[in-house]
Nanobody
């Protein structure tokens, strides 16, 4: 089992930045594909960024150039740096994990069996 806990959400103005963190409970998390999903109001959950076991990353087109996913293997923590935030980034953000293979931001939410509780990000002026 993998337990995930997100933190770092909050309110920010358009153009601002936030950094989300995801603490993983298992030391062997390096064997998992990790990703960030979000669910915007009245929308389905969508992948935002993925971090593969070999360090490869992938992003949804809507966040490319603005969001960066990274990992601290010592602290067992996954990060999502979000810059130049826009109102359409307002969503609940989830840290997720799955066994390796097809680790991209094109994966459907059902491909990921492990989910955190989520952290809310609100972008408004």
């Amino acid at each position: 089992q993998v337990q995930l806990e997100e933190s770092g959400g909050g309110s920010e103005q358009p153009g601002g930045s936030l950094r989300l963190s995801c603490a993983a409970s298992i030391s062997t998390w390096n064997a998992f594909c990790m990703a960030w999903f979000r669910q915007r109001p009245e929308k389905q959950r969508e992948a935002v960024a993925a971090f593969d076991i070999d360090g490869a990353t992938d992003y949804a087109d809507s966040v490319k150039g603005r969001f960066t996913v990274s990992k601290d293997n010592v602290e067992n923590t996954l990060f999502l740096q979000m810059n130049n935030l826009a109102p359409e980034d307002t969503a609940m953000y989830y840290c997720v994990a799955k066994p390796p293979g097809n680790c991209t931001a094109k994966q459907h939410a059902t491909a990921f069996p492990f989910w955190g509780q989520g952290t809310q990000v609100t972008v408004s002026s």
